[in-house]
Structures are given as C-alpha cells and as structure tokens.
C-alpha cells in the first residue's frame, strides 16, 4: 500500500491517511515537479505608468508562495510548495513584452507564465502557445486565449467588469452619464462595454492621452454637459487629478469606475474627489479575510491587482504539479481564489464572483 504513493507529490504523502477515494483518484495523477517546472515567470510593467499594477501582481504572488510554506494537505498553496518566481519587465510595451518571452524561451528555465496586459499579452500568446507553456494572461479580451490550448484568461472581461456598473446606475437612476478615458485598450473597452449593455450612449465623451495630467479643460467641459453621473476610465494617476479637478468646479453628480481606482496611493492623491465614488471589482463577501491579510503583508499599498497575481501563482503551480497541466487548468471547478470559488469556463477564461465598492472618506468598503 505505501508503495503506491511513493510517486505522489510530497503533499499527497502528507495528506495520504486522510485521503478519500474520490481525493486519492485525483492525487494519483500528481506528478513529481522538477525546480524547472515549478518556476513561474512574470512578464509585467514593473516600470513606466502601469508599475503600480505590475507591483501588485507580484506582491500578491509572494504572498501566495509564502503561505505554501506553511501549508499542510491545502492542495493549491501545497502546490507551490518549492515552486520559485522570475520577474521581467514590459513597462505596459507589447514589444517589449515579446523580447521578454523571447529571452525567457531560450533559457529553458520557466515551467508556465503570468503575462499582464491586454496588448502585451496579445503580443506573446502565439509564442508562448507554439511553446507549448500554460500561460495565465492578465487581459480583458477573449481574443488572447481565443483558440489556443495553452493559454488562459484571468481578468474580468469588459462585459463582466461593468455589467454591475450598468445595474447599479439603472437602479439610481441615471439617465445621462458622461464618460472620461484613458486611451488604453482595456479602459476603451471598459467604456464601450458599460455603453453597449445600458443601451445608450454617453452625454458627452472624452478620451485622452496616458501621460496626461491637466483636466482643467476636460473637467470643464464635462461639467458643463450636467451628466448625472460620469464613468471614469481612466489610469492612475489620471483618475484622482480629474476627479479632483472636477469636483473643484462644483459637480456634485456620481463618479463611479472600475478596480483600477482601487489603489490605496489614488485613493489618498483623489482626497475628497473621491469621497461617494463606487466601483466594481472581484470579489464576494468572503473576500475579507484575504484583504486583512494583504493589508498586514503590504500596509503601504499598491495592491490593485495583488488577487490576480495570488490566484495565477496559485492555479499555474497547481497545473504544473500535473502531468497534463493545461488540461488540469482548463477542467478546474470550485477552485479556492483570494476572492472567492473561481471555475474555468469552456472558452478558457475564469469565472468568479463581483462585487460593488464604495470610497467613503479615503477608506472602502462594500457599496450594499
């Protein structure tokens, strides 16, 4: 009997007096993972605009690997049990994002990868899916895992991340609503989507460039239209300086967006502008106590996207630690996320809770 487990994973060993038949027939397909396949590379914007972003993700990859230190028969942190991380940086540059890979390719050294970014990881699926390496790109659009067998999608899609929004404005009310945008493919699309599913377009629309920081003219503009409420797309720094900016004119309407306001430092550079503004992000109520310990590890912030980063540390490894990992990833069901039970869904993307988050002075909490 004991020899039966000698080619299990050290977790299944530690796990194996407690094992029920249903557990043991999925146990037997775990593997022995070399240090080469266990490692998990990174391809994020670690400088440039998007940094904060990519800083998140990988705190919230550490934080994953740290707890599967202590993990006992917790069968997704086990996985990451010995696993190791590289990090390399696109800067939010899809050729730069290509070069990355490229690199990473030829030193044989990544066992799958976590790519952040629409664009960039557009630019690398083709690669990374000839390379046969199961890869979780942090992406908005269906197009990047869109028939390939390697890749995956972790990141509510446009759709999913303002269908709430849509909700939620319906049930106030709001009958003319303005718009203001990043000229960014996953904040363009943001606002395209919440327009598409309400059915109606924007009062006034305005889009402008990532290294803008004067919305004197823009706020004017939008304040003079008198939206009821105004949906912010926009990348930070640029929410916090227009919702500023906008609020000294006087507008008093709603200003409500998606996760990326979620930054504690936007939150603290928006002061008042943001006092009332709601957002959707993932997440359910159970998703409290991974919040608490987030806050505990990183208490200085910049943890915006630290879920996406934990929750792909913590299926790639468990993919990994199978003999067909892309087909262990694509058949999850009910699997443990920092938010929440996520499943994958036929088109290889994830499905997951959301929730809807309100800025109270400086602080957030759930909207309902």
């Not at 049990?81 to 800067?91: C, L, M, T, V």
């Not at 942090?138 to 849509?166: C, H, N, W």
């Amino acid at each position: 009997m004991i020899s039966m487990f000698l080619s299990l994973d050290r977790f299944c060993l530690r796990a194996t007096f407690a094992l029920t038949a249903s557990v043991l027939a999925c146990c037997a397909q775990i593997r022995i993972a070399t240090a080469e396949q266990l490692k998990l590379c990174f391809v994020l914007p670690l400088s440039g605009g998007q940094s904060p972003f990519g800083e998140s993700i990988r705190r919230g990859a550490e934080l994953a690997l740290d707890e599967a230190k202590s993990c006992v028969d917790s069968w997704p942190a086990c996985a990451l049990h010995g696993a190791s991380f590289s990090f390399e940086d696109h800067a939010g540059e899809p050729n730069r994002a290509v070069t990355a890979v490229q690199k990473l390719l030829l030193s044989g050294s990544c066992g799958g990868f976590v790519v952040f970014g629409s664009p960039p990881s557009l630019a690398v699926a083709d690669l990374l899916e000839r390379a046969k390496k199961p890869t979780i790109a942090l992406g908005s659009t269906d197009k990047i895992q869109a028939g390939r067998s390697y890749i995956f999608r972790s990141m509510p899609s446009a759709s999913e991340i303002t269908k709430p929004l849509v909700e939620e404005s319906a049930r106030r009310n709001l009958n003319t609503i303005g718009s203001i945008s990043t000229q960014h493919d996953g904040m363009l699309a943001n606002r395209d989507a919440f327009a598409a599913q309400r059915g109606a377009g924007y009062i006034k629309q305005v889009a402008v460039n990532p290294d803008e920081s004067d919305f004197r003219a823009l706020s004017t503009q939008l304040h003079a239209a008198n939206p009821e409420g105004i949906f912010v797309t926009l990348m930070p720094p640029q929410a916090s300086l227009f919702a500023k900016q906008i609020r000294q004119l006087g507008y008093k309407g709603e200003l409500f967006a998606t996760s990326q306001v979620e930054s504690p430092d936007e939150i603290r550079a928006a002061g008042n502008g943001f006092d009332g503004l709601w957002f959707a992000r993932e997440g359910s109520k159970d998703s409290a106590q991974f919040y608490s310990n987030l806050v505990r590890r990183y208490p200085d912030g910049t943890t915006t996207f630290a879920p996406l980063g934990y929750d792909a540390a913590r299926v790639l490894a468990f993919g990994l630690s199978t003999a067909a990992p892309a087909d262990t990833i694509a058949a999850l069901k009910d699997f443990p996320s920092a938010l929440g039970r996520i499943s994958t869904k036929p088109n290889r993307s994830f499905d997951g809770p959301m929730q809807l988050m309100v800025v109270r002075r400086g602080a957030i909490s759930p909207l309902y």
